[in-house]
């Protein structure tokens, strides 16, 4: 059971139970407002930092007098302000790992997120992560629908689908029974090379037009 909070609205100082933070709402729309009018009319949009607050009820405040969104540093946090209903996030450092990575692929299925790169390495992960995420949503997809379909007595013993770049993730999943890797993986053009990547190592293929 969760303790009592230490204080409520209406509840007189000295019977606020320490230790407890203390927030003068008047002093702080002030601040809110303050900032959104140093702006108005110049031709910037405003983003403010989350890092210190970490809230997504001052996050919506500030948004309500004009912010677009908001910055954060971490997955974490945007994961916090995203479950909080704030739905247009940019993690504002490099993202790193593929646990991480996959985190902030799945954030961007319930909200609109960018993030930060300093290296052309970890934009192919970040597409790697992303490509990753909108397959395993559309495997989801599949599986549900073939659950609908034998839930009401239609069999569905053969499911197809794929392309490829993404193939052997399909293939992998266990929910297709045949893959179809478009007719341009014959001459393996440059787009599909990227897209497979490091996936065929060490045998892959190259293209054979010249």
Request: glycine share 10%.
């Amino acid at each position: 059971m969760a303790p009592p909070p230490p204080a409520q609205f209406g509840m007189p100082l000295e019977e606020v139970d320490t230790p407890a933070l203390l927030v003068d709402l008047d002093v702080l729309e002030r601040h809110l407002r303050r900032m959104a009018d140093s702006l108005r009319g110049l031709p910037v949009r405003l983003r403010p930092h989350a890092k210190s607050h970490k809230c997504p009820e001052i996050a919506r405040r500030q948004m309500a007098l004009g912010a677009v969104g908001v910055c954060c540093q971490k997955v974490s946090e945007a994961e916090a302000l995203v479950e909080g209903g704030i739905a247009d996030m940019l993690v504002s450092n490099e993202v790193v790992g593929r646990r991480k990575l996959e985190r902030l692929a799945a954030l961007a299925r319930r909200a609109r997120v960018a993030v930060c790169v300093d290296d052309a390495g970890n934009v192919d992960e970040l597409d790697a992560a992303a490509r990753r995420a909108a397959i395993d949503a559309a495997l989801g997809d599949v599986q549900a629908t073939v659950g609908l379909l034998e839930n009401h007595g239609i069999p569905c013993p053969w499911v197809t689908g794929g392309g490829t770049g993404t193939y052997l993730l399909e293939a992998a999943s266990g929910a297709y029974r045949e893959v179809q890797p478009w007719g341009s993986y014959v001459f393996m053009d440059a787009d599909y090379a990227r897209d497979l990547g490091g996936r065929l190592r060490p045998r892959p293929l190259r293209p054979p037009l010249s």
